[in-house]
């Protein structure tokens, strides 16, 4: 698979990653042998870069991704992300003070069975501690060759400024996909500014994109899509009407729903890394696929106009989970 560049510090990684929530939390029933295969098959097909978190599991996630690359860590770029207060096994707030920086990270790194942190992002601002100060203790993690690159997640225009100033950061991961455009009038033309390369989570909608889709209640209550106000009565039957361009063009072009989406968001620029989530080999398989479609620029205005943000229904997350996007 080709590599592309994300920021200018060096950070270089496989067109598509694999996100690794799923595998521990919130789409269905963990299965670790499964999981552990696919990421050893994400290996086998030229995927470097993936994603997990203290706050998956929590803690699970992390412990699943260090057992998995044993004896390739040279082809694996491992990015994870602090930020939270957990408590007996719950996230309860925000927790970005320089001194818990450094406890996370080296917690992140006996999860992970690792020297070196490849990527470590900020998982969410948090508005009781400067960003200034949370990216001056990340960067002594630099500094001590325990972290490589630098990263934000769902930042805004001016923290996304603040934290480059303080030390380069390589990478900001926010939701973006046709589903979600969020980031395009403001926070793209920023890092694209700034020389700092884009990871979208989330890529294909959490899985709507892709066609399976279903109503919210006709998923378990411990289940991400049952809370997921787009997947709820009048939004999902307005969204699966947005979303039909994408199947139709999938149809067209001989590709699935998810690989034209994944191929959407790879169209839109080389400093672009989408890593779709799944804990399945033939999912991974499919979606690595999207890297060898290509879309015609009518094809992409198709795209944009079918889910411009006013035919996509509902926001993406609830009133609670909101509050922690810094825009």
Same mark, same amino acid.
Request: aromatic share 4%; net charge negative.
């Given at each position: 698979m080709k590599k592309r560049k994300l920021g200018s510090q060096g950070l270089e990684v496989s067109a598509l990653g694999l996100g690794c929530l799923g595998m521990s939390q919130s789409y269905g029933t963990p299965d670790d042998q499964e999981s552990i295969a696919t990421i050893h098959r994400a290996l086998d097909t030229g995927v470097t870069l993936f994603d997990t978190a203290e706050a998956y599991g929590p803690f699970k996630n992390e412990e699943l991704l260090g057992r998995a690359p044993k004896g390739r860590r040279e082809h694996v770029v491992i990015a994870t992300k602090f930020g939270w207060r957990i408590q007996e096994g719950k996230v309860v707030g925000t927790d970005s003070r320089p001194e818990h920086v450094r406890e996370v990270a080296e917690a992140s790194l006996r999860r992970l069975g690792t020297d070196r942190i490849d990527v470590l992002y900020q998982h969410r601002v948090d508005p009781e501690v400067p960003i200034q100060e949370t990216v001056g203790a990340m960067a002594e993690l630099v500094k001590e060759g325990k972290v490589r690159f630098l990263g934000l997640s769902e930042a805004g225009e001016a923290n996304i400024r603040r934290a480059h100033a303080t030390h380069p950061i390589s990478?900001?991961? &926010?939701e973006y &996909?046709?589903?979600e455009r969020?980031?395009?009038p403001r926070i793209i033309p920023v890092i694209r500014e700034l020389g700092i390369g884009l990871v979208p989570f989330s890529p294909l909608g959490r899985g709507f994109l892709a066609g399976s889709a279903r109503r919210s209640e006709d998923y378990p209550p411990d289940d991400w899509r049952f809370s997921d106000p787009r997947f709820k009565g009048e939004n999902f039957d307005a969204n699966v009407r947005a979303a039909a361009t994408v199947r139709e063009l999938a149809t067209?072009? #001989?590709a699935t729903p998810a690989q034209i989406a994944l191929a959407w968001l790879l169209h839109k620029g080389d400093d672009i890394v989408p890593i779709p989530g799944t804990k399945r080999r033939k999912y991974?398989?499919?979606n690595v696929g999207s890297v060898e479609v #290509?879309?015609? #620029?009518d094809e992409i205005g198709r795209l944009d106009a079918a889910l411009a943000p006013q035919a996509v229904s509902g926001p993406r997350y609830n009133e609670s989970l909101m509050v922690f996007i810094d825009r």
């Open positions: 990478v900001l991961q &926010s &996909s046709l589903w969020n980031l395009e067209e072009k #001989a991974l398989e499919e #290509a879309l015609e #620029a």
